[in-house]
């Protein structure tokens, strides 16, 4: 297993407009010089967490998954990232993974958030995603997800990282500065958190907060409340140590 490189863009995002955010999206993926193995992009980058998925929803075969594509295969990274789809007739909030030769994989978010009626526009996902890169095994969720350490537990090692792309408040950034940590001692994995900032349409402030946090949940990046773009790497070493001189997982639940 190599050492792993990733790029976080913690950014605003323009309300419920695609082009814009593309646009602005392209312009920061393409100042990214560093090599780098992994893209991430906060849920929802094409719109923001709106609940007009019927307006503004779009196919597997639409133009930002288009783009995505073309941008993968440009900076030759893997890429990942949330938007509306629309498919077999219902609507989800659904991440997709893109690799450079045009492979694409997705995750539809477990966990709707109720509280903005999230579960009255979206179908929930029923199935967990893991995808490898460097010969990590990386699990991808969304947001409201973090919340339920059952759905995210990490059985058996099934996997070394996993992402949380996120449209998380301001108001309830202790929540998601707490929980990112516990995932990662719990699971004994590197845990990526990348939320935007800005505010959205319904006057919602977001502080980003993205943070990458090792498997004995010491921090290795913060982000604190403006537009950036980090790129860091992951050590294989660490995380193998980690395991093997304190292995909490082998007297884990089932």
């Known amino acids: 297993m190599q050492d792993l490189t990733l790029s976080v863009i913690q950014t605003d995002l323009f309300w419920e407009n695609n082009h814009a955010n593309l646009t602005m999206l392209e312009y920061k993926i393409d100042s990214i010089t560093e090599p780098t193995d992994l893209i991430i992009l906060p849920e929802m980058f094409t719109t923001g967490f709106t609940m007009r998925a019927q307006d503004l929803a779009e196919t597997m075969e639409g133009p930002s998954i288009l783009w995505m594509k073309k941008k993968s295969l440009e900076k030759k990274t893997d890429l990942i990232g949330s938007l509306i789809i629309a498919d077999k007739g219902k609507y989800y909030n659904r991440l997709l993974w893109i690799k450079p030769d045009g492979k694409m994989y997705f995750y539809d978010k477990r966990h709707l958030f109720r509280m903005a009626g999230e579960d009255k526009v979206y179908t929930a996902g029923n199935r967990k995603l893991t995808v490898e890169l460097n010969g990590w095994k990386i699990r991808p969720f969304i947001c409201y997800d973090l919340r339920f350490p059952v759905w995210t537990r990490n059985y058996g090692n099934e996997y070394h990282a996993a992402v949380f792309i996120a449209n998380w408040p301001e108001k309830r950034s202790f929540h998601w500065k707490t929980l990112l940590p516990a995932r990662a001692i719990e699971n004994q994995a590197y845990i990526i958190g990348v939320n935007r900032v800005g505010e959205d349409g319904h006057g919602i402030s977001h502080s980003g907060d993205s943070a990458v946090f090792d498997p004995a949940?010491?921090?290795?990046?913060?982000?604190?409340?403006?537009?950036?773009?980090?790129?860091?790497?992951?050590?294989?070493?660490?995380?193998?140590?980690?395991?093997?001189?304190?292995?909490?997982?082998?007297?884990?639940?089932?």
């Open 217 to 254: 949940g010491q921090t290795v990046i913060n982000l604190r409340g403006k537009e950036e773009i980090r790129t860091i790497t992951l050590f294989s070493s660490l995380l193998e140590e980690y395991r093997r001189s304190f292995p909490v997982w082998m007297d884990a639940d089932s």
